[in-house]
């Protein structure tokens, strides 16, 4: 069980996500088929907008007007971030991002010219994974993950889209095993009189180069982070009294191997198995994408400090992490909603926030679809895992 400074166990927010964070929205778009596997993924709140900060490890970040969020810098918030597949050419993204917010007067006003909006992002590596190196985010799946973002109509959902395998996470690959994108939350509850609960939130994005499995047994290193709600539904139902820990354990030692050669196959920077292409180890061809979010009132530099301690939930589910093959990035939010917290409680907001970020991740890796392409072919950890599942006898003791 994660272990945390709040009291007693840790309670998920109503919805697991980040739409639990008072005044924030999450909006997709998503592109299979036709040489595509990739998307884009936008986080926007009110117009008045967030206080946000950044902590970017690894050896090959890929970022857009990230020097900002700096505490040292002028700007105070922001209108959105944008994650998003495409490598450096995804970065158009948030041009579309912008675009629409500026017709919309959001942004920072600069007299006659309007306003500029202040939109923040990065970029994993998902280049010709659908089979076309060139079929990647544009301007306009910044657009389109916006309107979504917004509850506006924005065309079609590509029906493709699946468990976590939608917006930033559609071509994510972690350790040769299909990646994608989850989210995770919890409650911080009000520890003196007069106090309120507060809730804390993280959207991941895994596309790591490390691996989020433990060779020696097959299980999901984020595993033991992991709460009942974060379960999809089949597993849910068959946990009984058992740990998420416990129930996913691969249901074979033929489960384990095929789990184990995935993982010695990418090390040694080789297809995991004749089936299944590696995703393209290298330099700057992965990394993993967060924010985490509170609705606390913090300043920018908490808001890095936030972010800072995020890569903690990052560290506790992928392993070996921010390589230099990895931009890994973690963004911190505040919408400011609840009353600026003191040094005490300003500590269990941290301790939540590697919390949930270790839960997103392993969500993301636990709900991703198995998919093939022109490319190649990424096995989802349960396809080959195939842990207990709800039509499953409930073994006791």
């Not at 071509?171 to 507060?198: D, N, R, T, W």
């Not at 004749?274 to 967060?290: C, K, W």
């Not at 500590?347 to 991703?368: H, Q």
Request: aromatic share 4%.
């Amino acid at each position: 069980m994660t272990l945390s400074l709040t009291e007693g166990a840790p309670t998920a927010g109503p919805t697991n996500g980040l739409a639990d964070v008072a005044g924030l929205r999450l909006g997709h778009h998503t592109r299979i088929g036709d040489g595509y596997l990739t998307g884009t993924t936008v986080v926007t709140g009110p117009p008045a907008g967030l206080i946000a900060g950044i902590d970017v490890r690894g050896g090959g970040p890929g970022t857009h007007e990230t020097d900002l969020l700096d505490p040292t810098a002028a700007a105070e918030r922001i209108s959105a971030i944008v994650l998003t597949g495409g490598s450096a050419f995804g970065t158009a993204a948030c041009l579309g991002v912008m675009d629409e917010l500026a017709l919309r007067g959001i942004g920072v006003p600069v007299g006659a010219a309007g306003v500029v909006p202040l939109v923040p992002g990065a970029v994993l590596f998902d280049l010709g994974r659908g089979g076309d190196p060139a079929a990647r985010p544009t301007a306009e799946f910044g657009r389109a993950a916006l309107l979504d973002a917004l509850g506006q109509s924005r065309g079609p959902v590509d029906a493709a889209a699946a468990g976590s395998r939608r917006g930033a996470g559609t071509g994510a690959v972690a350790g040769g095993l299909k990646g994608g994108l989850a989210e995770a939350s919890q409650i911080v509850p009000a520890a003196a009189p007069g106090e309120s609960a507060v809730t804390v939130a993280a959207v991941a994005a895994i596309n790591a180069f490390g691996s989020p499995i433990d060779p020696r047994t097959g299980v999901l290193w984020g595993a033991r982070h992991l709460l009942t709600a974060d379960l999809p539904d089949d597993l849910r139902t068959a946990v009984g009294d058992r740990s998420p820990e416990e129930l996913l354990r691969p249901s074979s030692a033929a489960g384990v191997d095929a789990l184990r050669e995935v993982v010695s196959s990418v090390v040694r920077g080789r297809p995991p198995m004749s089936t299944f292409a590696s995703g393209g180890a290298g330099p700057g061809r992965h990394t993993t994408l967060v924010v985490v979010a509170t609705d606390a009132t913090l300043t920018k530099a908490q808001c890095t400090k936030l972010a800072s301690v995020g890569h903690g939930g990052m560290v506790r589910s992928v392993n070996p992490v921010h390589t230099l093959f990895d931009g890994d990035v973690v963004f911190g939010l505040s919408t400011g909603d609840r009353a600026a917290p003191d040094l005490l409680r300003f500590n269990e907001i941290l301790t939540a926030a590697a919390d949930v970020v270790a839960r997103a991740v392993t969500r993301g890796i636990l709900d991703a679809v198995g998919t093939t392409t022109a490319a190649g072919g990424w096995p989802a950890w349960r396809d080959l895992a195939e842990p207990q599942s709800a039509s499953s006898p409930v073994r006791q003791g």
